[in-house]
């Protein structure tokens, strides 16, 4: 079983950067890969992010490709996500997630476990 817990967002301006963050419960954080997905108002939940168990794969979607990156402490048992030149339709809840294995996956229902959710608004 883990527990996911996310830091704050906020509100920043356009072209602003924010990191959110993840603190994940357990001693085998390294075993699960992790994810970030958001759902902005009106639109399904969509995988932004995810990363592999020690680091060594992760995607990204198009649309936060070269803006946004993921990254995770296994020693800390926290997952990242530093979010660059955000712009208005980044506005969304962001959640973080977990898969009970380590390799990465794109696919929602591989995810079990999942946070509460963090609301990070970009205004124009």
């Known amino acids: 079983q883990v527990q996911l817990v996310e830091s704050s967002g906020g509100l920043v301006q356009a072209g602003d950067s924010l990191t959110v963050s993840c603190a994940a419960s357990?001693?085998?954080?390294?075993?699960?890969?992790m994810a970030w997905f958001r759902q902005a108002p009106g639109k399904e939940r969509e995988l932004i992010a995810a990363?592999?168990?020690?680091?060594?794969?992760?995607y990204y979607a198009d649309s936060v490709k070269g803006r946004f990156t993921i990254s995770r402490d296994n020693a800390k048992n926290i997952l990242f996500l530093q979010m660059n030149s955000l712009k208005p339709e980044d506005t969304a809840v962001y959640y973080c997630?977990?898969?009970?294995?380590?390799?990465?996956?794109?696919?929602?229902?591989?995810?079990?476990?999942w946070g509460q959710g963090t609301h990070v608004t970009v205004s124009s």
């Open positions: 357990g001693r085998t954080f390294s075993r699960y890969a």
């Open positions: 990363i592999s168990g020690i680091s060594e794969d992760t």
């Open positions: 997630a977990a898969r009970s294995s380590a390799p990465l996956t794109t696919l929602r229902q591989n995810y079990v476990y």
